[in-house]
């Protein structure tokens, strides 16, 4: 077993680092082994991870992940693990039955084939949580980290469309004497196990695939390395029975993994970093009224502090004009003059201070709330739905305006309803309607709203999580 923080540890790496990882267009694609890392774009080389993480800070990351460092497991269906903290805790609980008390730690990446199809994938036999460690000092930044059959099955459904289209088919991945044997119905993932050959040789392999062909009879293909290349040469291609490689390479190619697609509905995903997130379809809009509200704020402190130093600057000729008059006495013109400093001092104290909290305001939440209400009950786009038009928002007084359009008064009705029942809205009012004016769609409404933020949720209550 390797462990990534062998050594010294790599100086933390700095933000611009970081910044150039995030940017990055294409991550470097690696092989995850228990040895270290190897480039599947690169050299082809296996690298000790601390080695060739000092070597490449700054760089996104693909990872795919052996099968030798794999459990699979297979949900029953029926099972009600819709969410996937259900589905987590079930597999961790499956895992430690099997394997002890060690596997509840074990990072799980889930997968959902279809409705009924449910599974998970555990990594065991590296630390994992030390190469985040390594990763995160060196700047390094994963962006999937995926068992090695899911990316291979993608690349395959769309290069092999007649497999992919068959009533039922076989896939069958080798590393050595770990095969995986996916079956498939009509492109969709319908079993997955691991078995154990009995030896790395072509022989023990065409043993295993007779038998698991005599019980299914499938078209299947086989692709792989690891392999003994003495011995029994592979058959010839047949229709039901094709092998993509010779299996004796020592190491995956990169273009086995090479699909850059989306991955369609009902193919298999699992990622060790977690389920990918649903983009709400209103997030940059909001994002970018967020970001109007933030310049204007700057902005209106930037005009303040030029109106204070107009005042204090104003206020010296003055005084400069008094003492050249010979006045001692305080007069009239010189409180006036106070006065206009002492203004404009408090009016840049307050453009400064609704700045901060402009900056200091959770926005996520807050965000989150006005778009999952527009959305209704169903948590879907409506035709004709709500439209919104801007959003203002005075941090230091916690009062919200939004102005948007809708298809009829009772969708804003019902979206104040919601919004007023959500944790930290309160006196949630629809403060205008009236019809739109002309090139403008439905009816415009202006609705208005004080806000705790510190009691603002991601959720609104009884809203189902998308």
Known sequence: MFSPLAGAAAPAAGWRARARARLQRQ????????????????????HA???WASARAGQALELIVSARLLHELICEPGLPLGEEEELQAYGHQQFAHYFGAAARNWPLASWRADKAGLGLSALHGLDWAGLQYLFEQQALLPRRVRPAWAPLLHQLLQDEPEWARAPRAGLAWVEGQVLTWLQLEQGRLQGLRQLRLAAATRPALLEALGELKAELQVPLLVQGFGLDAAGAALPAAAASLRFLSDLSGVAPQGDWFASKAQPQPGWPDPDFLGPRQRRWPLAWPLALSAALVLGTAVWGLQDSRQN??????????????????????????KTEVAAVAKRGELDALRGAQEAQKLLQQAWEPLLSNIEQAGLGEAAKPEPGGISWLSLDYSAARGELRLEGLASDKLLALQLADRLGHAPGWRQVMLSRFQTAEQGLSGQRFELTARLRPELLQPDLPGKDKP
């Open 27 to 46: 991550a470097s694609r690696l092989f995850l082994t228990a040895e270290g890392l190897r480039e599947l774009d690169g050299d082809g080389l296996q």
């Open 49 to 51: 991870a601390a080695d």
């Open 308 to 333: 204070l130093d107009l005042a204090q600057q104003q206020a010296q000729r003055l005084t400069a004009e008094v003492q050249r008059l010979g006045g001692s006495k305080p007069s009239a013109r």
